[in-house]
């Protein structure tokens, strides 16, 4: 799915109310059938299009996704032209910004500007036949000059939309395979030192390794698929905590808060666990209450902590992560390490 799904929808509305106005003003002629027909068709269009680029995204759909994604840009630039004509305001000019916006994610950067280009000319084509000696008019020349400041925003705003959803997969990345790597390495250092004393501990905690390994793979595919399946926050954590031996605690609701809600929390959960494990003891507590007005996590060790200064990647990503929910982070280090996280219930989804 492409970032900031309500672009499309945002514009399409602006340009109803504005080319709406105008034309039932007085101000312009709209010819209502086309104009309000070809709006709707362009936010339907663009729901199609964001799940189209997400099966390409995901290779489960070979070539075949590539080629549709090219047929709807031109369905759409085609419809942003009716829409265009039938509004009497001429606001509608600023749905062309949709076209090399979505061709971004579809096709990259060079594609992007070189599409925003081809508009650009498209409309010096359109107002040199449909308005003669246009080019003596500063409002036609504002015009012209402004699209060509929004086509360079819409780049810049598609790279920021990109560089915001490659950050949150690397913190997804970094959470889930670091943790089960910690895991493994953990486990397989007990299955070596257990292996002359006790082939049975050897034996399960290799067997402990494989399913951190396996459930490692499923986190890759479950970021790179965006969690699209229900998510269950307690059943995550007893598989999560499951291979160590932690102790789960959970209670509350958690029906009553948003999937990346649940998410985060999760992914404070998996930090927790991998900071405790390295610098930790061996007994780590979880706990996650899910009351009516915030949800509470907190993970508990009892080893010898770490210095505050030396938080690394994985905590800062964390703090990011919940902030984003309009939640709080707190570590403290003394006989053991605590963190905890509360997130607010009504928090953005």
Not at 185 to 197: G, I
Not at 211 to 223: C, G, I, K, M, N
Not at 285 to 313: K, M, Q
Request: glycine residues 12%.
């Amino acid at each position: 799915m492409r970032p900031l799904p309500w672009l499309s929808p945002l514009l399409c509305g602006v340009v109803l109310a504005v080319g709406g106005y105008a034309g039932l003003s007085g101000l312009g002629e709209a010819r209502w059938v086309p104009f309000v027909g070809g709006l709707v068709a362009l936010v339907a269009l663009d729901a199609v299009g964001s799940r189209w680029a997400g099966s390409w995204e995901r290779g489960s759909a070979g070539v075949g996704p590539r080629w549709r994604l090219v047929g709807l840009t031109a369905v759409q630039a085609g419809l942003v032209v009716v829409v265009a004509f039938a509004d009497g305001s001429g606001m509608a000019r600023v749905l062309f910004l949709l076209v090399p916006f979505g061709v971004y994610f579809a096709f990259g950067r060079v594609v992007a500007v070189g599409v925003g280009v081809a508009v650009m000319a498209f409309l010096v084509v359109a107002f040199q036949v449909t308005v003669p000696g246009w080019t003596r008019s500063v409002g036609h020349v504002s015009d012209l000059v402004m699209f060509g400041i929004g086509v360079v925003l819409a780049v810049v705003m598609a790279e920021m939309a990109a560089a915001g959803e490659r950050n949150r997969v690397a913190r997804d990345v970094h959470d889930g395979i670091g943790h089960h790597l910690t895991a493994v390495s953990v486990l397989l250092e007990k299955a070596v030192a257990f292996r002359q004393q006790d082939a049975e501990v050897a034996d399960r905690a290799i067997e402990d390794a494989r399913q951190s390994a396996r459930q490692a793979l499923e986190d890759v595919r479950t970021s790179v698929r965006a969690l699209r399946e229900p998510f269950r926050l307690g059943d995550a954590l007893v598989r999560l905590t499951g291979p160590l031996g932690a102790d789960v605690t959970c209670t509350g609701d958690e029906s009553r808060y948003a999937t990346n809600v649940l998410l985060a929390l999760y992914r404070a959960a998996q930090e927790g666990i991998t900071n405790a494990v390295r610098h930790g003891g061996p007994d780590v507590t979880v706990t996650v209450h899910c009351g009516p007005r915030e949800a509470r996590l907190a993970v508990i060790d009892n080893g010898s902590g770490f210095a505050p200064e030396r938080e690394g990647f994985g905590l800062r990503g964390l703090r990011e992560r919940i902030a984003q929910v309009g939640g709080t982070v707190d570590v403290t280090c003394g006989a053991g390490t605590r963190l905890t996280v509360v997130v607010p219930r009504r928090a953005a989804a």
